[in-house]
């Protein structure tokens, strides 16, 4: 009988995301694990590589936090609401200081799925004409041995530990994911270390009863969190809705430093942990908890 | 006639841009409310992809964002970004993708990226996001945007997305497959590119509005089209679905 990965946040943060580390904490605009990032913070994290395509708010609050010592992203704003201003700050005044590798969308994905697949680049017909390889000479072009045809290559991101958020896992951190996927099975396979959190623990059977849902296996997988509301104020389909409120409302937090600090202060600082979180904002489930849609079952029967 | 904001005439114009079937990339804002305004008139099969995943979507609600769990619910498929970016897009499978920006310049590129010098920008912008790779591969793109000169500068300080010429050389000479910018829709009249120059030229003009006054908003010297077609404003049905149905809220038609 394989030993259980599961662990608490606290643990699973203190084990495997260590100072100077390059960090994914990963979801596209779906299953951001917010819970993660707060613990990082609470536990004082310093100079990490961040890596996101969107840094959304949980990379502008670690940056806030003065977690971070490079970001590497491809856009980098808070939409229909305003700008990351702590973002904007570390780079248009160095406070703090923060380098920046910056790619556009297809290129972060590239690069994922380079250090996913084994490779040390992956090519695009992309590029020409646009000013991103003069800002950033990492963006490089290759010559296709078949066709002499010029193809942009990137790098492939190998992080040293990715944060996966999902709505199911097994004890073993085989992990079903629904709705938007992001590049988090990209993420996690170039990973050295995987920390997948969720909604709910499920049994093992429940994964082998459709396994076509399983996103990220166990075999990769190094700890097991389950904690849910752990993606606010990201969302987690068929669980709670993204709480578009809070996006709109970080513009004023994000564009003063010390409403920033107050914010970290009372919401991270301030609390122990997402669960002492959600208890001093009952109001979120009320407005937030998801409707019901279900997906008829399908026949795996031979 | 009743009276319509220069929102309500940039989603009607961009909506009317669309061919029922087409394929469109889609990002939030007007061209989002463009894309369902003709899925409601004249394009009711219109294939929506976001660069998020998600292909097929028919959101029940407004989208804030490109990824709004709404876009999953009853979409036709979600697939990774891998896919959307490798299969659909760098593949050629994306008819029109809508575009827009901090600065337009006289040869359709885009500026998404600083305000300034890149190494210590005067304003750090998002960034590209996926603009850069759709306005090199969608089979054609629309730019939404209202006209102020320093948004339409000759030049902008940083290529993000390639229009029709960078740094004097063309997109064929460039190497990319799709027709870049082929139009920019504005608030005051429509820009074409010249199939000739690739500069941008002023076509068509809106009701009430003067060719001086484009001109004047424009960083460029704007060259007109000699004879310019004069747009119809929006009717009363497409002011009644954006105002009644699309956007009530005027979260984007304000």
New interface residues.
Partial sequence: MMQSKLVSMKDAIAAHVRDGDTVVIEG???LICFAAGHEIIRQGRKDLTICR??PDLIYDQLIGAGCAKKLV?????N??AG?LHA??RA??QGTPPLEIE?????GM??R??AGAAGLPFWP?????????P??NPLIRTVTCPYTG??LATVPALRPDVTIIHAQRADEQGNTQV??????Q??AAFASQRVIVVVEELVDESVIRADPNRTLIPGMIVDAVVVEAWGAHPS?A?GYY??D?DF?VNWEPISRDPEKLKAYLDEFVHGVRDRAEYMAKQPEIKKRLK?GT?MAAGVNYGF | MTAYSPSEMMSAVAARELANGEVVFVGIGLPNLACNLARALQAPDLVLIYESGAVGAVPERLPVSIGDPSLVTGSLMVCSMADVFQLFLQNGKIEVGFLGGAQVDRWGNINTTVIGKYQKPKVRLPGSGGAAEIAIHAQRVLIISRLNPRAFPQQVDFITSPGQRCKGKSRRELGMPGAGPVKVITDKGILESDPETGEMLLTAIYPDVAVEDVKSSVGWPLRAREHLDLIAPPGAEELRLLREVLDPKKLYLG
């Fill in positions: 596209f605009t779906h395509l969107t992203f491809s856009w980098a704003g939409p229909g700008s973002f904007r780079v248009e910056e790619y556009s969308h297809f994905v590239a994922m799925s695009m017909k992309n590029y020409m004409g646009t000013d991103l003069v800002a045809v010029e629904w709705g938007l996927l992001g590049v099975k990209e969302y389909q809705d993204r578009n996006y998801a849609q």
